[in-house]
C-alpha cells in the first residue's frame, strides 16, 4: 500500500510564502494498492494529482473517490481534475448522501452555471455514484470500512486494509466529549494540558475502527486553546489525535487537515509539541505534521 498526499489544508486553500513547506492544497490523498487507485477526497490537491496521473498511465484511467464528506474544501477541486475530461476513464465516487442533496446532485451543483462555466455532465469520463453510509464494502481486494465522524453535517471516517496492511483516513472530526456540553470552562484546558483528556462513546468507538493501523490521518486543525472558541465546528485539537494513536495502538500518525491560518513554522511547532507528548507517554508512536508530496509505503 502506497500512500501519497497531494493537499493536507484545511478550509480554504492557503498559498503564499508561508505555507511553502507543507503547502496550501486541501484535502486529497492518493493509495495504491497493488493495480487499484483510491483518491480520499477531491480538495483543490486533486488538481495536482490528475496532472501526475496524466504522466503516469498511458491507457485509460480507472480511479475510486472516496468522498469524506462535501464541505468545499473537499470537493472543491474535482472542476479541475483533468483526467475527468478525457474519454475513456472511469471513476467511481463512494460517498454517504448529503444533509439535504444527493450524492450525485452535489458533484452536479458546484458546477452548475452560477458557479462554474463546465457543467459536470460535459465531462466525458465515465462516473459512477456508489452511495455508502457507515459499514465494510470492498473495492477491488481492498477492505474498505466507513464510519460516522463527529463533524457538522454528515462525514465519514475510512479504514482500508489491504495485504495486513492499514490506512486510516479521519479527516475531519471533533473529540466528542468536549463538543458535548463538557468544553466549557477551564476544565477542558486543565485536563488537555496536564495529559488527562477524557473520551466520549464517539472517540472510544473511533479508537476501535483505527486500532493497529499501520499509518493514521487525523483532523488536528487547531492547538487547544484556539479549541476554547471553536467548539462543535468539528475539528479537533493536536492532543486528541495523539491520544486516538496511542490508545489505538497505531504505528504513524500523521497530522493533517492544517489551519488556513497555520505558517510552516506554527506546523513544525505542533509538531514538536506533539512529540513532547509522545515521549512523556514513552510510548512508540512516530508523529508528524502532513506535508504535500510526503508519500509513504505501508
Ligand atoms: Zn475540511
Ligand atoms: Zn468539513
Same mark, same amino acid.
Given at each position: 500500500?502506497?500512500?501519497?498526499?497531494?493537499?493536507?489544508?484545511?478550509?480554504?486553500?492557503?498559498?503564499?510564502?508561508?505555507?511553502?513547506?507543507?503547502?496550501?492544497?486541501?484535502?486529497?490523498?492518493?493509495?495504491?494498492?497493488?493495480?487499484? !487507485?483510491?483518491?480520499?477526497?477531491?480538495?483543490?490537491?486533486?488538481?495536482?494529482?490528475?496532472?501526475?496521473?496524466?504522466?503516469?498511465?498511458?491507457?485509460?484511467?480507472?480511479?475510486?473517490?472516496?468522498?469524506?464528506?462535501?464541505?468545499?474544501?473537499?470537493?472543491?477541486?474535482?472542476?479541475?481534475?483533468?483526467?475527468?475530461?478525457?474519454?475513456?476513464?472511469?471513476?467511481?465516487?463512494?460517498?454517504?448522501?448529503?444533509? $439535504?442533496?444527493?450524492?450525485?446532485?452535489?458533484?452536479?451543483?458546484?458546477?452548475?452555471?452560477?458557479?462554474?462555466?463546465?457543467?459536470?455532465?460535459?465531462?466525458?469520463?465515465?462516473?459512477?455514484?456508489?452511495?455508502?453510509?457507515?459499514?465494510?464494502?470492498?473495492?477491488?481486494?481492498?477492505? $474498505?470500512?466507513?464510519?460516522?465522524?463527529?463533524?457538522?453535517? $454528515?462525514?465519514?471516517?475510512?479504514?482500508?486494509?489491504?495485504?495486513?496492511?492499514?490506512?486510516?483516513?479521519?479527516?475531519?472530526?471533533?473529540?466528542?466529549?468536549?463538543?458535548?456540553?463538557?468544553?466549557?470552562?477551564? %476544565?477542558?484546558?486543565?485536563?488537555?494540558?496536564?495529559?488527562?483528556?477524557? !473520551?466520549?462513546?464517539?472517540?472510544?468507538?473511533? $479508537?476501535?475502527?483505527?486500532?493497529?493501523?499501520?499509518? !493514521? /490521518?487525523?483532523?488536528?486543525?487547531?492547538?487547544?486553546?484556539?479549541? /476554547?472558541?471553536?467548539?462543535?465546528?468539528?475539528?479537533?485539537?493536536?492532543?486528541?489525535?495523539?491520544?486516538?494513536?496511542? !490508545?489505538?495502538?497505531?504505528?504513524?500518525?500523521?497530522?493533517?487537515?492544517?489551519?488556513?491560518?497555520?505558517?510552516?513554522?506554527?506546523?513544525?511547532?505542533?509538531?514538536?509539541?506533539?512529540?513532547?507528548?509522545?515521549?512523556?507517554? %514513552?510510548?512508540?508512536?512516530?508523529?508528524?505534521?502532513?506535508?504535500?508530496?510526503?508519500?509513504?509505503?505501508?
Amino acid at each position: 500500500m502506497r500512500v501519497k498526499f497531494w493537499g493536507v489544508r484545511g478550509s480554504i486553500p492557503s498559498p503564499g510564502q508561508g505555507t511553502v513547506r507543507y503547502g496550501g492544497n486541501t484535502a486529497c490523498v492518493e493509495v495504491n494498492c497493488g493495480d487499484t !487507485l483510491i483518491i480520499l477526497d477531491a480538495g483543490s490537491g486533486i488538481r495536482l494529482l490528475g496532472n501526475d496521473l496524466l504522466r503516469r498511465f498511458q491507457s485509460p484511467i480507472q480511479a475510486h473517490l472516496l468522498m469524506s464528506h462535501f464541505h468545499w474544501d473537499h470537493i472543491q477541486g474535482f472542476p479541475f481534475f483533468v483526467p475527468a475530461f478525457i474519454p475513456g476513464n472511469k471513476f467511481t465516487i463512494h460517498g454517504c448522501e448529503g444533509m $439535504i442533496q444527493p450524492l450525485q446532485n452535489i458533484f452536479e451543483g458546484q458546477m452548475v452555471p452560477d458557479y462554474f462555466p463546465i457543467s459536470f455532465q460535459e465531462m466525458p469520463a465515465e462516473k459512477t455514484f456508489n452511495r455508502i453510509s457507515e459499514g465494510d464494502f470492498k473495492i477491488n481486494d481492498v477492505k $474498505i470500512s466507513a464510519r460516522y465522524l463527529n463533524h457538522p453535517g $454528515i462525514a465519514l471516517g475510512y479504514r482500508l486494509e489491504h495485504q495486513g496492511k492499514v490506512f486510516c483516513f479521519i479527516s475531519d472530526n471533533e473529540p466528542h466529549y468536549y463538543s458535548s456540553g463538557n468544553g466549557a470552562g477551564a %476544565n477542558l484546558l486543565e485536563e488537555v494540558r496536564s495529559g488527562a483528556m477524557k !473520551l466520549g462513546p464517539m472517540d472510544e468507538a473511533l $479508537i476501535e475502527f483505527i486500532e493497529g493501523a499501520n499509518l !493514521l /490521518v487525523h483532523d488536528s486543525q487547531y492547538s487547544v486553546e484556539e479549541y /476554547v472558541a471553536k467548539i462543535g465546528w468539528g475539528h479537533s485539537f493536536f492532543q486528541f489525535p495523539v491520544e486516538l494513536g496511542v !490508545l489505538g495502538e497505531v504505528q504513524r500518525l500523521l497530522l493533517f487537515h492544517h489551519d488556513p491560518m497555520r505558517n510552516d513554522d506554527m506546523v513544525d511547532r505542533m509538531g514538536a509539541d506533539c512529540n513532547a507528548l509522545i515521549s512523556q507517554k %514513552n510510548i512508540a508512536l512516530r508523529c508528524q505534521p502532513a506535508a504535500e508530496g510526503m508519500e509513504f509505503e505501508l
